[in-house]
Structures are given as C-alpha cells and as structure tokens.
C-alpha cells in the first residue's frame, strides 16, 4: 500500500463543525481557487492560485485555514509554541462503538512516537530516540538494502515482456524490509507488519464506515500486541546478557542506564517508526525513478555524472514529495500571513505548495536537479518536528537509484501522463510507475 486511502472531514476528528470558523466569522474569503483537497493527481495549479490569490484561506468544507506560502509555512512549523502539532496524527474519522470495543478489550493504547507529540514530552523522547539514528547504524544497513535493491531489479527485469511497476516491484519492499531490520525482526515478517500499516493508515487517515472499521481495529491490536512484545523481548535479551543489535534493543538499554523512556513510550515508537519509515519513502523512491523518467535530460545527467543523484533526491522532495500537506492547531488566537487565526484553529500547511513558492524558488514549475537551493524544501517539516528519519530516508532513495542506473540506464516511463495518485489530504503517493526496457517502438 502507498498511502492510497481517501480522508474523511478533519473536522470530524475533534468533533467541530466544519463552518464553526466561518467566513462570515472570521471575514476571511473562501473563494477556493479551484482547490480540491483530496485530489493529488496534478493539485500544483490550485496552489499556485493559492499562493497569488489568498495565501491564508480558510476552507469551509474541510473546516481548516490553508496556508500555502513557503514563509508562512516554515514560520508556523517553526511556531511550536502556538500552532501545535497534537492533531498532527488524529483520526479524521472517530472511531465507531465495534471497532472502539475491539480496541480498548484488546489493550491497545498506542500513542504517536513524536511527531504528535509537544514539548516538554517530546524533547525528552527525541533526544533519547534520535541517539540511536546513527550514521553507524545507517552504515550496517546499507548492505542489506544494496543486495534487496539488486535482487529487487533482476526480479522485474527478468518479466518476458520488458515491462514492469517500479512502484510495487521494487519501491514497495526496500523501506519494509529495513524498517523491519532496523526493529529486529525478519523479513519473513513484511506481509503481516505491511497489513498493520495498512490498517494503521486506514484507521488514521481513511473514511470508513463503523463495519469497515472492524477488521482494521482487530488488525492494530494485533499491531499494538507485538510492539509490546519487541520491547518484553528486548528486556529479556538483556536480563540474558545478549546483544540484540536493533532500535528497540538499544532504547530499553538506553532506559536501563537511566534514559527517562518507558517500555509504553519505546513500544509507542514502534508503532509510529514502521508505518513513517516505509510508507512515505517508498513513495519517495517511486516519485523520484518517476520524475527522473518523466525528464530524460535529468535522468542522462546522472547516468553521465551520479555523483548528482543527492541533489536530485532533494530536487525530488521539493517538486513532487511524498507528503504535501501537515496539520497544526492554534493555541491561542493568532494570525498568519496578517490573516487571524482563533484559538482551536485546525490548519493544513501545504508543503507542496510551499515548495514552489516563485519567491523562495526560481522557475519552481522546472525540474532541476542542478538547482543550488533545491535542499531548502520543507517536505521533511521544519523546526522541533523535523523528521528523524530523513537521512535513512534519502540514503535507501540514493542506493536505488544508484542500482537503477547500473542495472537499466535505458529504462522509460509507460503513458507518463496517465499516472494516478490517490485520493488524500496529505500524502501524495503513485498508484502505479510503469516502466519497460525493452526497445522503443
């Protein structure tokens, strides 16, 4: 899966009505501008009419202020304090009575591992969990997701017909199996902990109805269940004296020594890592093979010179990531781009939008990998919240593309214009990379 789940009302979540913040209320404009929030396949024209026409704007239907300008976007990320990231990973849609009732008899009391999470609680955790995302730690991986990505390739090159899915053939397993990896377990795991995120990502973010609910709720107490049983492991591993070389090992060792992190919190960290770690970067992989395909000019540069490919990966984050919008409430009533803002108020930064801010980047409708500021993107989010994982992230892109060069310079994109995304409000994922090597007809 690939972050393909359309997302009900934001409103729904926390029990607002979406109008309780009207235009009337507030004498902020609700023109649109063409804007469709769920619509990924091409949003890139209504933020630009957003940008130029109302920046701020706030959106009747969904209930939320849109910001779409990249200094009002890093500013308020940078707002910790009054625009705060607790609805960061809220339901969109509440919970129904079966699938609550699942829930809460199978102990699951899962909790966000950081990114909804605000100070003081979340700089305690970060700096306790970021010592673990070492370049030692990336180092040891890297092997492991050369071989995977070279055993990956052969396979879909090896199909009769020379054509094949970047995006399920390849981009799909590689983030599985090293977030798998990174948490001590075997990748004869990765259907069953792929099913969790499924689940995971449909009871977050999807708009289900309560029956459609149940399966899902059963699937993240099993999810939960073995969270908790990594971290009961990982004791065990210690109580015996053994090394058990993987995250969750080293943060019940880190707790051992006195690091203030409980067994619910390590547990917690678990649960948010494996569904952060694989889903958008798979879509980060697929999205910048897709890219490249899509302008053979930038792809021949990296054939001729890969010494470019991180600045393409950051050229990639910046004109197609994986995520393009993130959510934020104020705490207080504010304002943003001189447009107020009321205390409760859900707001939608669009990052997509903000990175092709004319005014931050020159000609941002180009696809450049030789652009000098293509780093200054916000697709990772910007201040305390800036993602951990950033760097796993960009090395495993690097090694495909790396892979992908050695193994088919020559391959091509199939219908290009006819790619689909899915329905969402923040992840804007492929549903398919077709790709053939075989010759041009």
């Not at 390739?153 to 990896?181: E, N, Y």
């Not at 897709?290 to 010179?305: M, T, V, Y």
Request: aromatic share 8%.
């Amino acid at each position: 899966m690939t972050a393909q789940f359309a997302l009900a009302h934001p409103a729904a979540a926390t029990g607002q009505c979406p109008v309780a913040h009207g235009a009337s209320e507030h004498g902020v404009p609700t023109k649109n501008h063409g804007y469709a929030p769920f619509a990924m396949t091409d949003p890139f024209p209504s933020y630009a009419a957003l940008r130029e026409n109302e920046p701020v704007m706030f959106d009747e239907e969904l209930g939320y202020f849109i910001v779409s300008r990249y200094d009002d976007v890093k500013a308020t990320f940078d707002n910790w304090q009054v625009f705060s990231s607790e609805n960061a990973q809220a339901p969109v849609r509440p919970r129904g009575a079966a699938a609550t009732t699942i829930m809460n008899d199978g102990g699951f009391t899962a909790y966000s591992g950081l990114s909804a999470r605000i100070p003081p609680e979340h700089t305690r955790l970060r700096a306790i969990v970021q010592k673990e995302f070492t370049p030692r730690r990336y180092k040891k991986l890297e092997p492991t997701i050369r071989e995977n990505t070279a055993r990956l390739l052969t396979q879909m090159l090896s199909h009769p017909d020379a054509r094949g899915d970047f995006l399920k053939d390849v981009a799909v397993d590689i983030p599985t199996i090293t977030i798998l990896g990174l948490l001590g377990v075997g990748p004869e795991m990765v259907a069953t902990y792929k099913k969790w995120s499924d689940s995971r990502a449909a009871m977050t973010w999807g708009d289900l109805t309560d029956d459609e609910q149940i399966p899902h709720a059963h699937n993240l107490v099993d999810y939960w269940t073995e969270c908790l049983r990594l971290v009961k492991n990982a004791h065990d591993q210690l109580e015996n004296n053994e090394n058990g070389d993987n995250l969750v090992f080293d943060l019940v060792q880190a707790q051992s020594t006195g690091s203030e992190i409980s067994d619910h919190e390590i547990a917690s960290v678990c649960y948010s890592l494996l569904f952060a770690g694989h889903e958008t970067t798979t879509t980060l992989i697929s999205n910048t093979i897709r890219e490249l395909l899509a302008h053979p000019a930038e792809w021949q540069k990296l054939i001729d010179d890969p010494s470019r490919i991180p600045t393409a990966i950051d050229e990639t984050l910046r004109f197609s990531p994986s995520i393009v919008g993130w959510r934020r409430k104020a705490l207080e009533d504010t304002e943003i781009g001189g447009v107020k803002i009321p205390a409760g108020s859900n707001i939608l930064l669009l990052m997509g939008s903000a990175n092709r801010d004319p005014g931050t980047f020159e000609q941002p409708e180009t696809f450049d990998i030789n652009r000098v500021n293509a780093r200054n993107h916000l697709s990772f989010g910007f201040g305390i919240h800036y993602c951990l994982g950033n760097m796993l992230a960009k090395m495993q892109d690097k090694i495909v593309v790396e892979e992908t060069l050695k193994a088919a310079p020559g391959l091509r994109l199939i219908d290009a214009e006819k790619i689909e995304f899915g329905d969402n409000l923040s992840f804007r994922a492929p549903t398919s990379v077709p790709v053939t090597w075989g010759e041009n007809k």
